[in-house]
């Protein structure tokens, strides 16, 4: 009887214990996801008590390919999983299902939005990237697109201003080209002219080439590079550290927290 109970407490002890590290390795899952569960993916004809928009209604059919996307009851979990999944600060997305013409785009949304605290919520339009169809990585794409309107004072640029977040990455690209002399890159006699990069070529295909195919210049690839981060929390060159862009990424979307912002 007493090793029937010894037994007992062993089988007791290693079922709480199996119990507690599932409980543990569920939080520390969780809170490597920033869209945590579904309820923090909201559609605007929810918040506005308002009826869906047919997606009929919209003139462009990539853009109608979108908002099915976008509505398909697979979404959520396609969003949690590669969207911001390694990014540590909380997302809400609303998602507008209502409008049939783009209401905003690369600005703050709060007046529109309400913002959550302690949460970054983006605002989506299916209108947004109309050329492909709303992927996560395509979303986090036009992340990017909103980060190259983000001004030196860190409001949004309204005017001819220079983009911080091109700048930083013209500059990692230079000092990794100066650094690695021996590569061939393009147009490594003049790197500052970084608009005439072709498709596939260059600094594109050296340093990431799962991007090289479906970047067209600087301005794409710089917003593909934003896309991986927001998938993988962390841009991976095959030469050259990107620690620089990751840090301006974190630390606008560290300044995004408590607000609403338009993604595009």
Known sequence: MQKSNKFCKKTIKNYINTFMNFNATVS???IEMAIQSNNDIVYLSQLQNAPRNNASNYDID????????ITTRGFPKAMRNHFGAKVKYPIRLVVDDVNDEQLFSRQDASHYIPPTPGYITFYLHPYVGAADPLTPFLIGHNVGHTLQFVAYNGGFITTDEPSPFDDIVVEVIEDIINNNPDHPWFNKDDPGNW??????EGYAKILTPNLANISEGLEEWASNLVGLYMKYGRINFRVGSAIKI????DQCLQNWVGRSIAIG
Do not use: A, N, Y
């Open 195 to 200: 608009q005439d990069c072709k498709q596939g």
């Open 28 to 30: 520390s899952i969780l």
């Open 62 to 69: 990539s853009v109608e390919s979108s908002f099915k996307r």
């Open 246 to 249: 990751e840090q301006f990424i």
